[in-house]
């Protein structure tokens, strides 16, 4: 989701309208992840959801959004654009995702090392959550040699990408086949 469309109170009342709705989303599954492609917008008087914030901050939107819906937030792709360390230090996340960019790094594991002691750093010094640390585009990695195991070991414990497969509108079954490629990634 963009920052801009969090402060609209029209997207803020479509969440309602479909959260509220039985059985169709439970807020606290939910989990919104904010796009790296624009900036956090300034605060303008009286306009959007700042109008019903104490403090009128983007900080105080998102606090909010957790109040009243019990949602969680997500950074996409940390480290490009604007999912930087100012944008870490406004949104609170409960899921930082690292962009994919970093497997081309050819001192990968430091830099997560790196970003894993950051965020928890951050998180402490802020008093909030620590937040849950996936690598994405794991499908791009496995090409660069990129070893589960090593990251396993620098204590990064999630990874998404397309190693099953594409996504599709179906759930299925992981076939064992894949359930076995996992473990032999995490012998290497």
Same mark, same amino acid.
């Given at each position: 989701?963009?920052?801009?469309?969090?402060?609209?109170?029209?997207?803020?009342?479509?969440?309602?309208?479909?959260?509220?709705?039985?059985?169709?989303?439970?807020?606290? =599954?939910?989990?919104?992840?904010?796009?790296?492609?624009?900036?956090?917008?300034?605060?303008?008087?009286?306009?959007?959801?700042?109008?019903?914030?104490?403090? *009128?901050?983007?900080?105080?939107?998102?606090? *909010? #959004?957790? =109040?009243?819906?019990?949602? %969680?937030?997500?950074?996409?792709?940390?480290?490009?654009?604007?999912?930087?360390?100012?944008?870490?230090?406004?949104?609170?996340?409960?899921?930082? *995702?690292?962009?994919? %960019?970093?497997?081309?790094?050819?001192?990968?594991? #430091?830099?997560?090392?790196?970003?894993?002691?950051?965020?928890?750093?951050?998180?402490?010094?802020?008093?909030?959550?620590?937040?849950?640390?996936?690598?994405?585009?794991?499908?791009?990695?496995?090409?660069?040699?990129?070893?589960?195991?090593?990251? #396993?070991?620098?204590?990064? =414990?999630?990874?998404?990408?397309?190693?099953?497969?594409?996504?599709?509108?179906?759930?299925?079954?992981?076939? =064992?086949?894949?359930?076995?490629?996992?473990?032999?990634?995490? *012998?290497?």
């Amino acid at each position: 989701v963009y920052p801009e469309s969090l402060i609209r109170v029209a997207y803020y009342e479509k969440l309602r309208e479909i959260l509220s709705e039985k059985r169709r989303i439970l807020g606290q =599954r939910l989990y919104l992840e904010i796009s790296e492609k624009r900036p956090i917008p300034p605060v303008e008087k009286g306009s959007g959801l700042f109008q019903f914030v104490e403090d *009128k901050s983007f900080e105080g939107v998102l606090k *909010k #959004y957790i =109040r009243d819906f019990q949602i %969680e937030f997500a950074i996409d792709d940390f480290g490009v654009e604007h999912a930087s360390i100012s944008r870490l230090l406004k949104v609170y996340p409960n899921n930082v *995702k690292i962009d994919r %960019e970093i497997l081309k790094s050819d001192a990968v594991y #430091y830099a997560i090392r790196f970003i894993l002691d950051f965020v928890k750093t951050v998180s402490i010094e802020q008093s909030f959550r620590n937040p849950t640390i996936v690598l994405e585009g794991f499908d791009f990695a496995i090409s660069r040699k990129v070893d589960l195991r090593k990251l #396993y070991d620098i204590g990064l =414990r999630y990874i998404q990408g397309y190693l099953s497969g594409e996504p599709g509108p179906d759930l299925v079954r992981l076939e =064992r086949d894949y359930d076995e490629l996992i473990r032999a990634l995490l *012998k290497k």
